[in-house]
């Protein structure tokens, strides 16, 4: 896994490798339709998923991640579990000299985060961030649109979104993300999921400003009409100046709207582009781009070229996953040229410490400045 001028395949083990849940539909087709890349176990929190899994996918499944650790095929450790559990897993990943892909968030507060990126610099591991939203076509698309000038001088920024679940209701299996504890709340997770997308395309933060309200304070159990309180706060509202020196609004609500979920605005001195969805998760979301320049009056579609999506085999595109697929390409290039472009525990690191200035900003009402 260190790069070089020849690779084989890629063995991968996926920790949270069940029949059901994100990894079953975001990773295992992927691995299964990508040339680079092979999946070689699973382990789950039970023996009877992990004997389930077995039977699915025909690797070697475990109830126990340290053991999926030790398979001698397992070159890259894909860790797809509750934000709880990753110090624990990743720790022990990296600890064994595994390499690791770690579902955003990376960690459970900037501490852990800080710890685990430590652990992998010293240890020497290649780490990855599934921070997958900038490979999207339509976000490529736009950033060297904008590159190219279409819109000339970059002036301003609007993104507003929906985080799909925290909404009113919730099944029991989603209960744990309304409590702040367990560190996947709409700002860690859906509205950091669109921002990397975001700083991708027109640069990092400067400085930010925030509010975090808990508009829901309760929300009901679907299968047995409970209720539980929430504590995070799924109102996330931020502003700030990009580095370039655009204004930037980013707002992203709890549950789902029956107006927009998804429409991030890119205003220039030039025109604008408009990227839009029915889906507010817009890492997994399927995007419409349009815009407008010049004389024109209003955006029109702009077709994202063949060449942006024709990157994965065509039975992932349009899926959940062809946006992962894009990011194991990425690091199965960046493994065989030697290069370092797909982000990885220290880009994550970086993204949890906005997260950090803007709950810091949110809770003194002091605009917080972003250290570089």
Do not use: C
């Not at 299964?32 to 070697?60: M, N």
């Not at 892909?101 to 507060?109: C, I």
């Not at 702040?180 to 933060?205: I, Q």
């Amino acid at each position: 896994m260190s790069g070089g001028t020849t690779m084989e395949r890629i063995g991968v083990g996926i920790v949270g490798g069940s029949t059901t849940g994100w990894a079953s539909l975001g990773h295992i087709p992927v691995l299964a339709a990508l040339p680079d890349v092979e999946l070689r176990a699973v382990s789950t929190s039970r023996s009877s998923s992990a004997q389930a899994a077995a039977a699915e996918y025909r690797v070697a499944a475990y109830d126990n991640h340290r053991d999926l650790i030790a398979h001698p095929g397992v070159d890259l450790v894909v860790v797809s579990v509750k934000v709880t559990e990753h110090l624990e897993i990743i720790s022990d990943a990296v600890t064994a000299g595994k390499a690791v892909y770690s579902e955003w968030p990376l960690a459970n507060g900037l501490a852990e985060a800080e710890k685990l990126t430590e652990l992998a610099r010293t240890a020497g591991v290649r780490t990855v961030a599934g921070l997958q939203g900038r490979y999207a076509p339509e976000v490529r698309h736009a950033r060297d649109l904008i590159r190219d000038g279409y819109i000339g001088e970059v002036l301003g920024t609007t993104m507003v979104g929906s985080g799909m679940v925290w909404g009113p209701q919730a099944t029991a299996s989603q209960a744990y993300w309304y409590d702040k504890a367990n560190g996947a709340t709409p700002l860690t997770s859906p509205t950091m999921h669109a921002l990397d997308p975001l700083h991708f395309v027109l640069g990092e933060f400067d400085t930010v400003a925030a509010q975090l309200t808990i508009g829901r304070k309760q929300a009901t159990i679907a299968e047995s009409g409970s209720t539980i309180d929430v504590s995070v706060a799924d109102q996330v509202a931020v502003i700030g100046t990009l580095r370039g020196g655009a204004a930037a609004s980013v707002f992203y609500r709890g549950g789902a709207s029956r107006g927009d979920n998804f429409r991030w605005e890119i205003n220039g001195s030039e025109g604008d582009l408009v990227m839009t969805s029915a889906w507010g998760n817009m890492q997994v979301a399927e995007l419409t781009l349009a815009g407008g320049r010049g004389a024109d009056g209003a955006v029109r579609p702009i077709e994202t070229p063949a060449s942006y999506v024709n990157d994965v085999p065509a039975e992932l595109r349009g899926t959940v996953g062809a946006n992962v697929a894009r990011l194991y390409t990425h690091l199965a290039r960046d493994l065989s040229d030697g290069t370092r472009t797909v982000p990885d525990f220290e880009h994550a690191l970086k993204r949890h410490r906005l997260i950090d200035s803007i709950e810091r900003a949110a809770d003194t009402g002091v605009r917080q400045a972003i250290q570089h």
